[in-house]
């Protein structure tokens, strides 16, 4: 029997995400707003924190097995953030293209041997909102902030996130390219080995 499990997430792009990388294994994603669950206040210190907070309230309010995901992009001349902050960068009600433009602005100036950056993720898998011991899975991936924007695929700082070793960004890739390398599919990876132990 297909296992129902509810994704605590309100974010179109990373739904269709974990949808796309997820397909072949007998889960039913349910996104949370089809339950009327509200997104929670992201109060953590950690991605770990947030992810956690974010299952269990779906969890909870769901009385379902609950999958979270926090993730953002890290620029270590930036001291690592914007870091848990990226969704809010440019101000709480900010989007992606205000969010690239304030990066930019904090990097004015530096050469691209400075920018070096990663994009973090860590998935929580909550069997049941109180469970002591929710299963945790991360990852990373590893580029540099480019001068300027370039590609129209992907969301966040992807039009931002130049790869060296494939000489684009991540908006340049294709769905599927980005899917298999990113910090979001390298974690959901680790999820998708460790599924049967966890239904």
């Given at each position: 029997?297909?296992?129902?499990?509810?994704?605590?997430?309100?974010?179109?792009?990373?739904?269709?995400?974990?949808?796309?990388?997820?397909?072949?294994?007998d889960v039913e994603l349910i996104p949370q707003r089809q339950l009327d669950i509200?997104?929670?206040?992201?109060?953590?210190?950690?991605?770990?924190?947030?992810?956690?907070?974010?299952?269990?309230?779906?969890?909870?309010?769901?009385?379902?097995?609950?999958?979270?995901?926090?993730?953002?992009?890290?620029?270590?001349?930036?001291?690592?953030?914007?870091?848990i902050y990226s969704a809010r960068f440019a101000g709480k009600e900010c989007n992606?293209?205000?969010?690239?433009?304030?990066?930019?602005?904090?990097?004015?100036?530096?050469?691209?041997?400075?920018?070096?950056?990663?994009?973090?993720?860590?998935?929580?898998?909550?069997?049941?909102?109180?469970?002591?011991?929710?299963?945790?899975?991360?990852?990373?991936?590893?580029?540099?902030?480019?001068?300027k924007e370039s590609g129209n695929n992907g969301f966040g700082y992807d039009s931002?996130?130049?790869?060296?070793?494939?000489?684009?960004?991540?908006?340049?890739?294709?769905?599927?390219?980005?899917?298999?390398?990113?910090?979001?599919?390298?974690?959901?990876?680790?999820?998708?080995?460790?599924?049967?132990?966890?239904?």
């Amino acid at each position: 029997m297909t296992k129902k499990i509810v994704l605590a997430s309100n974010n179109s792009h990373k739904i269709k995400e974990f949808k796309n990388i997820l397909m072949d294994v007998d889960v039913e994603l349910i996104p949370q707003r089809q339950l009327d669950i509200k997104e929670i206040d992201e109060t953590g210190l950690s991605f770990v924190e947030n992810a956690i907070l974010k299952a269990r309230n779906a969890s909870k309010l769901s009385g379902l097995p609950a999958i979270s995901d926090d993730s953002g992009i890290e620029v270590d001349i930036l001291s690592g953030r914007p870091g848990i902050y990226s969704a809010r960068f440019a101000g709480k009600e900010c989007n992606d293209k205000l969010n690239n433009n304030f990066l930019l602005e904090e990097l004015n100036n530096i050469p691209i041997e400075k920018r070096k950056a990663r994009y973090q993720c860590v998935i929580v898998y909550m069997l049941r909102y109180d469970h002591p011991s929710p299963k945790i899975f991360s990852s990373s991936w590893d580029g540099v902030i480019s001068h300027k924007e370039s590609g129209n695929n992907g969301f966040g700082y992807d039009s931002l996130f130049f790869l060296p070793e494939l000489n684009c960004t991540a908006a340049e890739l294709t769905e599927g390219q980005k899917n298999s390398i990113s910090h979001r599919g390298k974690a959901l990876g680790l999820f998708k080995k460790d599924l049967m132990f966890l239904l």
